[in-house]
């Protein structure tokens, strides 16, 4: 069965510096999607960011990017320039190719410092 | 466009009683799932309906939880009678292409608090 650690339950930053949050997977699938969510306080969850497991290139969103170690089984988070807003729940979250259900880890909370 | 929406955000019951959670998907999402995180753990799937069917009910934990999504809209999850460790926050999700890769749409929760 695939599973999803995050090691982190609590990190914290400083605004304007640079965050990384780890998240491992197992699984023996070569056909998969990864996931970062984040959650606010008392806010839905939205999606941060994704990787194809086929794209080798590492997937950036403005200030987000993800290391993807496919043989390490391992897709951290990192967060450049950290600003207020970014303080949240954030969840790793795989899915396997052609399904429909995301397995989550259970979770790292950020905390920003001005 | 609107958001998907779950009511209440937050529920205090007492151990026995029936809540009844609700969520409305994105207009036109025929997919929606629920999942369910309990304090301090790993959020879980609990099913997932494609239109009004339940395609995958995997997760439902037991026979008090019933979920239902008549004509293919809104959906409710039932939970009859709610034990204490049902105590947690209930996701919603919806989105229009299934398999895709793409994330879901995630409404905010709902707690639910069972004392």
């Known amino acids: 069965a695939q599973t999803v650690t995050q090691s982190q339950p609590e990190m914290s930053v400083q605004e304007a510096e640079t965050v990384t949050l780890s998240c491992t997977y197992d699984t023996s699938e070569s056909d998969y999607y990864l996931f970062w969510y984040k959650q606010p306080p008392s806010r839905q969850m939205i999606l941060v960011i994704r990787q194809e497991a086929y794209k080798q290139q590492n997937a950036t969103e403005n200030r987000f990017s993800v290391n993807f170690q496919k043989a390490a089984k391992s897709f951290s988070l990192k967060i450049s320039d950290s600003q207020l807003g970014d303080a949240a729940m954030y969840f790793c979250a795989y899915r396997k190719g052609g399904t429909d259900k995301l397995i989550f880890g259970t979770g790292t909370r950020l905390q920003v410092f001005p | 466009e609107a958001g998907v929406t779950q009511f209440p955000s937050h529920s205090v019951i007492e151990k026995g009683q029936t809540v009844t959670l609700r969520c409305d998907p994105i207009?036109?999402?025929?997919?929606l799932y629920w999942y369910r995180r309990v304090m301090g753990k790993e959020i879980k799937f609990l099913l997932h309906f494609v239109k009004e069917s339940k395609q995958d009910e995997s997760g439902m934990p037991n026979n008090r939880f019933l979920a239902e999504r008549t004509g293919g809209t809104y959906s409710t999850l039932k939970v009859q009678p709610a034990e204490l460790e049902d105590s947690g926050v209930y996701f919603c999700?919806?989105?229009?292409?299934?398999?895709?890769?793409?994330?879901?749409?995630f409404g905010s929760g709902t707690r639910l608090t069972v004392v």
């Open positions: 207009s036109g999402h025929d997919n």
């Open positions: 999700a919806s989105s229009h292409l299934p398999g895709q890769g793409f994330g879901y749409t």
